[in-house]
């Protein structure tokens, strides 16, 4: 990979892991119970508060996949499957440039045959 696009690919990281910090900061999960709510409008709130929260777990585990990508950078180890340690695809990680593992092994992952590390 040459490095200009390893340079271009560090920038897209960062910038991901900046919106990514920015929106797990305005992710406000509380509940206003000042007032005996209505129990349709506390389901709604509940609701409400579990898609927020399941959307935060999203965003934490990209996050933290974004800053393993970057380790990887400054490792010089990225770009390379943690499985079976081939080089990924380009186009792959232009995609998805916190990308770990070759589309092979992503598969697996999927399948539930690699236990991801």
């Not at 777990?57 to 390379?80: K, P």
């Amino acid at each position: 990979m040459s490095k200009l696009n390893l340079k271009d690919l560090k920038k897209r990281l960062e910038s991901e892991r900046t919106l990514l910090i920015e929106k797990l900061k305005g992710n406000d999960l509380s509940i206003d119970d000042s007032e005996t709510p209505d129990p349709v409008d506390l389901a709604v709130r509940n609701y409400s508060k579990n898609v927020m929260l399941a959307v935060s777990e999203n965003e934490s585990r990209q996050l933290t996949e974004v800053d393993e990508a970057l380790l990887r950078l400054e490792d010089d180890e990225y770009g390379n499957c943690q499985n079976c340690e081939k080089p990924i695809n380009p186009k792959r990680l232009a995609a998805i440039p916190w990308a770990r593992y070759c589309l092979d092994c992503q598969e697996l992952v999927e399948q539930g045959l690699l236990d991801e590390e």
